[in-house]
């Protein structure tokens, strides 16, 4: 990862995460929204999935999507949540691969890796461990998760090459690639998908479908598929895009339909 968007990352997730140590509203991801009516980061999970999370776990939630409610879970299986901040995901997959399985978070940033082992000490979660470093270098060896979940985080790595790599390294004969991730599709002028995805993205980098298609093949993945899970619109992105100096009324062709998160899935060939 380029050594200043690491920096940013790393500053605004650290921030986020002394905000929920500090205040009960939690943080926002992209813009500073009021949490419940940012479009990105709300009404992803149901309520009968955090109800019996703890409090720090769901408001550290600056996620796009909902891998653990799409993605396929056995019990006894070991997942790795990539850039795990708080640990609502891990957690949520610790109960599904059960106390037989493992469910690892790996983040490099101490203040929410600090966050997520108190979020799992309250939880109980005694089949959870949270990792410290990148995931452009996944401090596990070879062949050994079988799952791999991210939540809105491949997106702001400045080397998805690598983190694909990572990914297909780390993963086990048929493992399986099942990620909530931002996403472009189509022609987008330059000035409007930069403004557009420091919106969405919290740091542009979001890749266009197609191309994240040949680069999780080029890293070795099959079973390729992008499904679309929450399509943006200009009305969505319309007071970011006003104080961003932007015309909002020429925008809209070049922003509804063309950003959206997705849930991208993808398969280690077996053997």
Known sequence: MNTDIK???????????????????GPSCCG????????ITSNLYEAEQTQALPEGAVLASLGCGNPTALAELNPGEVVLDLGSGGGIDVLLSARRVGPAGKAYGLDMTDDMLALANENRRKAGAENVEFLKGEIEHIPLPDNSVDVIISNCVINLSADK????????????SGGRFAVSDVVTRG???P???????????????ALDEQVYRDKLAAAGFIDIDVEPTRVYTLEDARDFVTTSGL???????????KFFSAFVRATKPKG
Not at 194 to 204: E, F, K, P
């Open 187 to 189: 022609e987008i002028e």
């Open 32 to 39: 500073g929204q009021a949490r419940g009516c940012d479009p």
């Open 247 to 257: 015309d909002a009324a020429s925008l809209g062709p070049q922003v509804d339909g």
């Open 7 to 25: 920096q940013v990352v790393r500053d605004k997730y650290g921030e986020a995460a002394r905000k929920v140590l500090m205040d009960a509203a």
């Open 161 to 172: 090459d690598q983190v694909l790599r990572e990914a297909f390294r780390v993963l086990r």
């Open 191 to 205: 000035a409007i998908r930069r403004s557009i995805l420091a919106w969405v993205g919290c740091v542009a980098g």
